[in-house]
């Protein structure tokens, strides 16, 4: 394999550069030449491609976001547009792609390899909501960014005896939530993946806690619960404690990635590397229990998404 392409996909995750600048520096290590597929998709649809080379990717493996930027693209979800990037990629003798996202992209990387042109999948997003993996590139150093936040706001809310009940990103899975919640010491964790009542595991806890002289507190909810607001007003009617909702938002997403992150998207871009210069694609990296496997992406979209009621159990053991 003589030229390769990668691309961002989705929403941007920290480290996103640092595994473009691995993929871009393993190739050209291995003797390829390296193309960027700007705007993801639908940069393939749309003949966005620039070369990459080893000065390209200097000084962007501590920056966040993507240089490649990212979109989304209804079109490649069509024969038609899949047909289009086919053609783009015989255009620049592009013979393997490095697709970094999540699902979505590895949906379209699947349908690509299906079209003949092997595609790799490296899983990055802050959700850390692929099941075929235990990591996600972007995952810790969200997690830390929503951290860092929590402890500021528990900066004023300890001055005013107040309860914060804050909203961490995620979309439909409360990994991020979970792990934030036990990080910052909440007082009650709301996570899709857990039946819940705000009177009995949140306002009653509160009330409870209260009588051993704690006078603030943090609740924090996934953005797949959402509902702040209206939690904040139950919590206030029913305690009498002010309380403020406060959604983190897209600020999760930004940032200077971690040393794990950085470290991570460089390993996994290197073993994507190395499969395509193998000829083979279809695949996904993923991290097992501690060690670096790729697996065939039909299994890697197939595995259900699994959630650790264990880790929840401490959370909830621990704030009282």
Do not use: W
């Not at 979505?104 to 899983?123: E, V, Y």
């Not at 993923?286 to 880790?311: H, M, Q, T, V, W």
């Amino acid at each position: 394999m003589k030229t390769i392409a990668v691309l961002t996909s989705g929403g941007d995750a920290p480290g996103m550069n640092a595994a473009v600048r691995g993929v871009t520096r393993a190739a050209i290590a291995k003797g390829m030449t390296v193309k960027g597929v700007v705007r993801g998709y639908n940069g393939l649809i749309e003949d966005q491609i620039v070369d990459l080379g080893v000065r390209t990717v200097s000084d962007i493996i501590h920056r966040g976001g993507t240089i490649l930027y990212t979109a989304r693209s209804p079109l490649f979800k069509t024969e038609e547009g899949i047909n289009k990037a086919v053609e783009t990629c015989k255009k620049h003798g592009i013979e393997g792609i490095v697709v970094i996202g999540g699902d979505g992209s590895f949906r379209g990387a699947r349908d690509l390899s299906l079209k003949g042109i092997p595609c790799i999948g490296i899983p990055a997003t802050i959700d850390n909501d692929i099941s075929s993996t235990e990591y996600t590139i972007g995952y810790d150093t969200a997690m830390n960014t929503a951290i860092e936040m929590v402890d500021r706001l528990r900066d004023t809310t300890q001055s005013h005896d107040r309860c914060s009940i804050v909203e961490v990103m995620g979309r439909h899975a409360g990994y991020l939530a979970l792990q934030t919640g036990i990080s910052c010491g909440a007082v009650s964790i709301l996570v899709p993946e857990i039946k819940f009542d705000i009177e009995k595991d949140v306002i009653a806890k509160i009330k409870k806690i209260q009588k051993t002289g704690k006078q603030h507190f943090i609740v924090v909810v996934a953005e797949g619960v959402g509902g702040v607001d209206k939690i904040a007003e139950q919590i206030e009617k029913s305690t009498g404690i002010e309380s403020r909702a406060t959604i983190l938002g897209h600020v999760q997403r930004g940032g200077s990635p971690t040393a794990r992150d950085r470290v991570m998207a460089s390993q996994m871009a290197y073993k994507a590397v190395d499969l395509l210069e193998k000829g083979i694609g279809n695949r996904v990296i993923c991290l097992n229990n501690g060690k670096l496997i790729d697996r065939d992406i039909y299994e890697a979209l197939s595995i259900p998404r699994s959630f650790d009621e264990e880790e929840y159990k401490l959370a909830t053991a621990l704030s009282i």
